[in-house]
């Protein structure tokens, strides 16, 4: 990270965009997904921390896009457009989506992890959007934290450190 | 109209009382359990947003010990038990008689870790036994789970079903305190209950008051 850095802070359900020599952070994905979308040439990156898997399961009028993963990734993409981004060059990085409960119940809440890992990848896919890097699931927390100038992804674990992809 | 829109100070009011009762009778469980004096601040109920409930226990990422369960019954919800690395490792000392217990240390963890389960375990049931008393509602704990992780990726889970309807939550906090520990900010648990947004209905019906009036 270059000294001149700044750190972006993306809070729940909310997203952001970062150019270098700035990165861009979450912190305590738990089921909520980071996904990180970037385009290299253009030296621009966005991210949004993704807590529910899709926008028809909002039960009120305003919807905040940023929570959703349809909603989010859709104007994440728009924003990165705006700021010169060419959509056939962008890739992305995606983190969280843990398990960490296995409360015996019914409620569909608690698988809501995978279920937001499954339609991130769905959408990444509706725009050709390629994956190259992930680390999803499992049953610990994470915080992320993107730098694009290298085009790398920190994940912090409580347990296993950090580690880059 | 959002649920949230119709709470006033009256309904919030009622939800610190329903706090009280469940994390006093906890408290009496608590200092029973340590023979220790316990101290017990008084409850708050607050509609926060989902960044502000991130604050609440240090920061997303602060790393926290937590029991949490999930309430289904005729009011569903969720609730934490949070407590810093610290507190717990002093309350597991204490049950356990091994005073050189801590989470990163080599020695062996799973009795403690066992015993912050049943700590977390007697605590919520007593919380909890104590609303549906209160109430005369149906109120069924899920088995309590034991995680030490960071506090954002745990306290989310009980934001899902908020989540829905919007971007804000209604939380009820009380913080349990050990009396001898004198004021460090770290030494204290956090009991979070956190109903789902279609139970605050039953529950102001239960304590004669209508989330419509």
Known sequence: MSSTGQIVKVGIADLNIVRP??????????SCVGVVIYDERASVAGMVHVMLPDSALAKSGHINKAKYADTGIN??????????????????????????????????????????????????????????????????????????HSCELQIRTVNKGSHII | MNYIEKINTTHLDILKEFGNIGAGHAATALSTLL????????????????????????????????????????????????????????????????????????????????????????????????????????IYPSVPELAIDMFGAIISYGLVESSQYGDYAIVIETILKEVEAGHTDEMKGHFFLLPDPLSFGPIFEALGVGLYE
Do not use: C, W
């Not at chain 1, 010169?84 to 809440?109: C, E, P």
């Open chain 2, 35 to 138: 023979n220790k004096q316990i101290d017990m601040k008084v409850p708050s109920a607050r509609i926060v947003s989902f960044n502000d409930m991130m604050e609440m226990a240090g920061g997303a990422e602060q790393e926290v010990v937590s029991v949490s369960l999930r309430i289904e019954g005729e009011v569903t919800g969720n609730m934490f038990f949070v407590l810093s690395l610290q507190q717990a490792e002093s309350f597991i000392s204490n049950m356990t008689g091994n005073p050189a217990f801590s989470f990163k240390g080599a020695g062996e963890q799973s009795i403690g870790l066992s015993a912050m389960q049943e700590l977390g375990n007697i605590l919520s049931g007593s919380y909890l036994s104590a609303l549906g008393d209160f109430t005369h509602l149906q």
């Open chain 1, 75 to 148: 104007e994440l993409i728009a924003l990165l457009k705006l700021e010169g981004a060419q959509v056939y060059r962008l890739k992305a990085k995606i983190a969280g989506g843990a398990q960490m409960f296995q409360f015996s119940s019914q409620n569909s809440s608690f698988k809501i992890g995978p279920r937001n890992v499954e339609a991130v990848k769905q959408m990444l896919q509706t725009h050709h959007i390629p994956i190259v890097a992930e680390d999803v699931g499992g049953n610990s927390g994470r915080t992320i934290e993107f730098d694009p």
């Open chain 1, 21 to 30: 020599p700035h990165v861009i952070r979450t912190s305590g994905l738990g």
